[in-house]
């Protein structure tokens, strides 16, 4: 009789474990909030970008023994990240706007600052031991303040792990909990950062102007021409366009990634595609990485309408690249 009851006992703490086994756990992540306030920001205005998805899987936060976890279908961890990040500096004091639209005239005053945050991490699995459950996750988000110049004047990389553990078999929310704990912990080392008088300091550091551009000798004209306007691509075209290169770096998602001024316009990104040919000036093809800072290129790009929490903006896919000369 002894055996047959250990037997029910070894049964409840096992049996749950092995339902949630199989399949897709589909789990919630919270938009941050603040623990505590200050006025250390003192109202000077933080231009944020939109938080980038870098992770390998962004489909999945999680693995299970035979299955995966993921998000809820409805969430979009870019946004959740960069509502956070928002609630973050506004408790500080910090006023918060969106990041000047391409070929606007605020992208060419100078101290134009803009936070981007790329999500390197975000993973939980579990670990079974004899009479407990853990879900073990680990977050790492990858914080920098860029200039319109593309120099770096503030930069934080934070990673932080969280466990939760359930000694009753299997706990539904144990992947959930470790997930936002993960990510609350990083969130709350961001929040004591940006208090910080480094991150102020940053802020305030005068930029580059852009340099003014000498007046050009026009030839007479005997008729003169109407004045013509350029408008924006629709989602879809393929446009070519010449480009000063101020700042590029490979990522797992594309070849590379490319910050660069458009003729005629202002600071915008450009994604190259895996795979995508760049060549020299020669026609020669070079990699990706050798696009250096003050290249000239001409690139080959389709656009894309891209929702985000600041509503739809262009993203430069670019297919083709050619080194123009430096």
């Known amino acids: 009789m002894k055996h047959v009851r250990f037997f029910a006992l070894v049964c409840l703490l096992i049996l749950p474990a092995m339902g949630c086994a199989f399949g897709t756990d589909y789990v919630h992540i919270n938009n941050y909030v603040p623990k505590g306030s200050g006025n250390s920001g003192s109202g000077i205005v933080v231009y944020v970008a939109k938080a980038q998805d870098n992770r390998s899987e962004p489909q999945y936060v999680g693995q299970k023994t035979a299955g995966y976890v993921a998000l809820e279908k409805e969430l979009n961890l870019s946004h959740i990240v960069t509502s956070s990040v928002i609630a973050c500096l506004e408790s500080e004091g910090y006023k918060v706007e969106n990041p000047p639209a391409p070929g606007t005239p605020a992208m060419n005053v100078t101290n134009i600052k803009v936070l981007n945050t790329s999500i390197d991490d975000l993973w939980t699995t579990p670990v079974s031991g004899f009479w407990t459950v853990d879900a073990n996750a680990n977050a790492k988000l990858t914080f920098e303040l860029d200039d319109q110049t593309g120099r770096t004047a503030w930069k934080k990389v934070i990673g932080k792990g969280n466990v939760e553990s359930s000694a009753v078999g299997w706990t539904p929310g144990l992947f959930e909990d470790s997930l936002n704990g993960a990510l609350g912990k990083v969130m709350d080392a961001f929040h004591s950062d940006i208090a910080q008088s480094d991150f102020k300091n940053a802020l305030l550091q005068g930029s580059v102007a852009a340099a003014p551009v000498p007046a050009q000798p026009v030839p007479p004209r005997t008729q003169a021409a ?15 366009a010449s480009i000063y290169v101020v700042r590029s770096w490979p990522s797992k998602a594309f070849t590379a990634k490319i910050f660069a001024t458009p003729d005629g316009g202002s600071l915008t990104v450009f994604y190259l595609k895996p795979g995508a040919t760049v060549q020299d000036a020669k026609g020669n093809t070079i990699t990706a990485d050798s696009i250096s800072k003050g290249s000239r290129v001409q690139i080959n790009y389709e656009t894309r309408e891209a929702g985000g929490i600041f509503g739809n903006t262009e993203a430069k896919m670019a297919t083709a690249v050619k080194v123009l000369g430096r």
């Open 226 to 240: 109407a004045p013509t306007q350029t408008a924006p691509a629709a989602s879809g075209q393929t446009v070519t």
